[in-house]
């Protein structure tokens, strides 16, 4: 198991995508992992063919951990299930092994490809796709049911998907194969509306997605009901949530913000903005840099409970909580304070690329010390935000609505937002939460055209 972060000390072994046998090319992957954060194909760093799997699906071992044996050609003499369990620097060796081509290798890897063209008939995993896979067949366009996978239980692997789009086929694939009655296809809807989502809300620019369900195993008979099985990332989200809300005491607040001269800000300046730096400026860059300047006035909030003191972090580091169709994954702009609107604008846009892209890493995702959950961009004006343990505070951004308020005894349109805050009330209370909120809410109503710099 390598060190894919500095903080990583175990991971779980979700899926084999390789079994004893089978030839492995250099990188490609082995097995699916996953972490507390995370899910990952592990690729093989050496090309050779796997003689044992050490750890089984579902097993989570420490970093270090030998996975696998793997045989390699010049040591492929002997028997080598017989041989002694190698060293974690051995599973992971460097690619110094790889000049091979014998005739003995061509041999393998035609019987292999001759046994994955032949199939076993089971296709249990026919359905389940990886994130990556996933990534691919959206990035291509490429209907998923039209690729017969050579995985375990005729799972699709990346593989399969390039081989896939290097055949030209791509959206002019045959039609699909029929589907086992074990498996039901959800029903994909595309909805599409030639109507503003919203006509008053000023974040929300794009019609709502359906999201895609994958359904899984068995129908109960007779019954209107579906199982979905829980994925390990599911099920990873679901453990950190559950001990969030058992060990740390929330307490919750709101205050409303009037963001007219930001609103005019950003519309001033955001055409410009994004020919000249190639990105967009986003109402999130402020929101950001609004909590970093107040962290930065009240410390506190960027702590964490350590049973017999509190921890106060000296670098900010922001979480920001995206969301997938299937999950929640909250990458790190590291080192928050020390950026201005341009730059938290880049990392924002490049971080949410990672996330839509499935490319984000456990280093992006690694050291976050306070967490900002933009809700307010699926149209959402109040939220009740769970912290992300072992953090102090999270704070989301709520849409920003235009509606009439009344300013010296007379009523304006205005552009209005609320911030809410979950706080941890063992280290928190509502008098250094309300004056934290308060400096966030001066620091956004301080935006305008006048005194406002991007750099």
């Not at 369990?85 to 599973?91: D, E, I, L, M």
């Not at 990458?331 to 490319?359: C, F, M, S």
């Amino acid at each position: 198991m390598p060190q894919l972060a500095e903080s990583l000390v175990s991971a779980t072994i979700d899926k084999w995508l390789k079994q004893p046998g089978d030839v492995i090319d250099m990188y490609e992957p082995i097995c699916e992992i996953v972490t507390d954060k995370v899910n990952a194909e592990l690729p093989s760093t050496i090309q050779g063919k796997l003689v044992q799997i050490l750890v089984g699906a579902g097993e989570t071992v420490p970093v270090g951990t030998p996975v696998c044996l793997i045989e390699i050609e010049e040591e492929g003499a002997g028997d080598a299930t017989s041989a002694p369990a190698p060293s974690a620097q051995q599973t992971t060796a460097a690619p110094q092994q790889s000049n091979v081509g014998s005739n003995e290798r061509a041999a393998v890897r035609a019987q292999g490809a001759a046994s994955e063209a032949s199939g076993d008939g089971n296709d249990s995993m026919r359905y389940r796709y990886s994130p990556a896979v996933q990534q691919l067949a959206a990035e291509h366009g490429i209907n998923l049911s039209h690729i017969q996978g050579t995985g375990i239980g005729g799972r699709i692997t990346r593989k399969d998907v390039l081989e896939y789009v290097a055949s030209g086929r791509g959206a002019s694939a045959p039609a699909a194969p029929s589907v086992s009655s074990a498996t039901v296809q959800p029903q994909q809807q595309n909805y599409v509306s030639k109507d503003p989502v919203r006509s008053t809300g000023l974040h929300l620019s794009e019609t709502p997605r359906i999201p895609k369900v994958e359904i899984e195993g068995q129908q109960v008979p007779g019954r209107s009901e579906y199982f979905i099985d829980v994925t390990p990332v599911r099920n990873a989200i679901a453990r950190n949530m559950r001990q969030s809300v058992t060990e740390i005491p929330h307490a919750w607040m709101m205050m409303e913000v009037d963001v007219t001269d930001l609103v005019s800000l950003r519309n001033k300046l955001k055409d410009d903005f994004k020919k000249r730096e190639g990105v967009n400026l986003t109402y999130l860059a402020f929101w950001v840099k609004a909590v970093v300047n107040a962290i930065k006035d009240f410390p506190i909030m960027n702590s964490v409970w350590a049973v017999d003191k509190i921890i106060v972090k000296r670098d900010i580091h922001i979480g920001l909580a995206v969301g997938t169709e299937d999950a929640v994954k909250v990458p790190v702009i590291k080192n928050a304070d020390q950026k201005n609107i341009a730059g938290l604008a880049r990392e924002i846009e490049d971080l949410a690329r990672k996330t839509r892209d499935g490319k984000l890493t456990l280093s992006d995702m690694d050291g976050g010390t306070f967490t900002v959950n933009n809700t307010g961009s699926f149209g959402s004006i109040l939220s009740y935000p769970i912290i992300n343990y072992p953090q102090a505070a999270i704070v989301t951004c709520e849409s920003i609505v235009k509606r009439p308020v009344v300013i010296n005894d007379m009523i304006a349109v205005r552009s209005m937002a609320n911030i809410c805050l979950s706080l941890d009330h063992r280290i928190l209370d509502g008098v250094i939460c309300g004056r934290f909120l308060q400096r966030v809410k001066e620091n956004l109503e301080g935006f305008n055209l006048e005194s406002t710099k991007l750099y």
